[in-house]
């Protein structure tokens, strides 16, 4: 299944937020988004969730979700969102309860996902006791269980420490090597952007418009921390971003 | 002192060291299980001393000992338990009714926006209404029997419990809910899986303070018009200056808070262990 924007335009009573984004989201690969503070990042993300709708234009699925698909359209959110008075089982299950599947059938998918994000010592555990890293693999996790068509990712790093970042940048790295799926990946860092960007949409600052699409053509599996072309590639876009950052932050400054 | 206050000279490694001084502590409630304990024990054995030795005169205050008398006498005529069931009785129902009303009523505000504009007000204008001044339209209503009782009890405990429980309803982190809408959850799933756990803290600490306003309107509601129960059973030491009856029928209320207390923590610390 595709994801197609038609001439999104958004604006919040006469807060102009975003200008005619068209974007297609193939099937298979991860799209970055990535622009200065307050572009409208986050608020297309919930335009293609479906969590909020634009002023103008479409968001359109292409072709139909696989039939075993549960939630199409799946988020993994920047505070992660797990249920404190869940454990991480519990959490997992909360998905899928909605759906019916109850029992061994739940326990089977539940240790499937949590064997793919290796936290099946931590079944039992409560959200509470986990870390920050650990916290999102959950919530990886849980986006899993329900077996989505596209992931929605809002920052899902950005609550984490460095180190705990390229470890969960290696696990997605994986996770997409084994099963290709689709995502939307928002987000500030560069880095996370070439690292798992098939291509990478530079937004301008608000109202947010579609700068340029930059196309990495490297197989994700063989990306390494501090390769040569990513680092370049990652240059041309800190030049891209630059100026719209620095305008941005003034404008914010004004208000 | 001198050398101190030149900087970067070896000689300021020569100069006094102290231990950097601790003030970080307080402001983290521990469990101290004794402590509670050993305050009613000194305060009873002060009293009891007081009233041995004199200085406490026996009109001022009764012999705690007396008091304890008093409650065995109770206890061995059966007279205790004449008393304490209807009272019992009554607390349940009535605080019940009006707890369990309270909490729909609070989670229908929290979570509608017309039900939210239409009552509020209402509840607003109810709550500072004390309930006792209309005990005499619930027996008009509910007749002089047990009705205007549990009425009187529900009423009293109704009014806090809505305001905790929208309060509660109100906290609930949105981003949960936003969590719970984009995994396609259903209304009702997403209600009774992360709306009422999340809004259960506010709502058990509302209800501390709804069992509280019950007990003291199960007094007032006994004392006028019951035969047995522990308020029948105040008044009518009261109107005879029985202290030492008095005191009884107080101690035997503030162990009843202590009990429904306690319980209330027992339901947090199982239902609230995800809490750090
Ligand atoms: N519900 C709303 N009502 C009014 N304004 C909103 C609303 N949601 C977002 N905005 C505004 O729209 C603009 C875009 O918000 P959005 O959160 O999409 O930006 P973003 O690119 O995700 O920013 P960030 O990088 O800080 O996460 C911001 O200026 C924000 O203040
Ligand atoms: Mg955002």
């Given at each position: 299944m595709d994801i197609r924007l038609e001439n999104v335009s958004h604006s919040y009573d006469n807060f102009e937020v975003m200008r005619d984004i068209s974007l297609e989201i193939p099937h298979g690969r991860i799209v970055c988004i990535v622009g200065p503070s307050g572009c409208g990042k986050s608020t297309l993300l919930r335009f293609i969730g479906g969590l909020e709708r634009p002023k103008q234009g479409r968001v359109l699925q292409v072709g139909t979700p696989p039939a075993d698909c549960l939630n199409p359209l799946t988020y993994i959110f920047q505070d992660f969102a797990l249920l404190p008075w869940r454990s991480v089982a519990g959490n997992i299950s909360l998905v899928l309860e909605d759906h019916g599947i109850k029992g061994a059938a739940a326990k089977e998918i539940i240790d499937d996902v949590l064997a793919r994000t290796k936290l099946t010592d931590f079944a039992k555990a409560l959200p509470k006791q986990l870390s920050g890293g650990m916290k999102q693999r959950v919530a990886i996790a849980r986006a899993l269980a329900v077996n989505p068509a596209v992931m929605l990712m809002d920052e899902p790093l950005s609550a984490l420490d460095s180190q705990t970042r390229e470890l969960l940048m290696d696990d997605l790295v994986s996770l997409w090597t084994r099963t290709p799926f689709t995502a939307v990946y928002v987000t500030h860092n560069l880095a996370e952007a070439v690292r798992l960007g098939h291509s990478i949409v530079v937004l301008s600052r608000r109202p947010g418009q579609i700068r340029e699409i930059v196309h990495l053509d490297t197989p994700l599996a063989e990306r390494?921390?501090?390769?040569p072309e990513l680092d370049r590639q990652q240059r041309h876009l800190w030049q891209l971003m630059r100026d719209e950052a620095r305008a941005a932050d003034a404008e914010l400054l004004d208000v | 002192m001198s050398d101190t206050t030149m900087p970067h000279t070896p000689t300021e490694a020569r100069a006094e060291a102290r231990t950097v001084?601790?003030?970080?502590?307080?402001f983290a409630p521990q469990r101290k299980r004794w402590v509670g304990g050993v305050v009613f024990v000194l305060l009873i054995a002060i009293a009891e001393w007081g009233t041995r030795s004199g200085w406490i005169s026996a009109l001022t205050l009764p012999k705690p000992s007396d008091v304890l008398e008093t409650l065995i006498e109770l206890h061995q005529s059966g007279l205790l338990y004449k008393h304490l069931s209807p009272s019992l009785s009554r607390l349940v129902v009535g605080a019940a009714l009006g707890a369990s009303l309270g909490v729909g009523v609070g989670v229908l505000i929290g979570l509608f926006s017309y039900i939210r504009a239409g009552l509020v007000p209402l509840v607003a204008a109810i709550f500072p209404i004390p309930k006792i001044a209309l005990l005499p339209l619930f027996v008009i209503w509910f007749g002089i029997d047990e009705g205007s009782k549990y009425a009187l009890i529900a009423f009293g405990t109704f009014t806090p419990t809505v305001v905790a429980t929208y309060g509660a309803v109100d906290n609930v982190d949105r981003s949960l809910i936003r969590m719970g809408q984009s995994f396609g959850l259903s209304w009702l799933s997403i209600v009774r899986k992360i709306v009422l756990p999340g809004a259960m803290p506010g709502i058990l600490s509302g209800l501390r303070i709804s069992l509280a306003i019950a007990i003291i309107l199960l007094v007032a509601a006994e004392m006028l018009g019951a035969e047995y129960g522990i308020g029948a059973y105040i008044l009518e030491a009261g109107a005879l200056y029985d202290l030492e009856r008095l005191f009884a029928g107080v101690l035997i209320l503030s162990v009843l808070g202590v009990v429904l207390s306690t319980v209330i923590g027992l339901i947090e610390r199982h239902l609230l262990d995800w809490r750090s």
């Open positions: 390494q921390f501090g390769d | 001084s601790f003030r970080g502590g307080g």
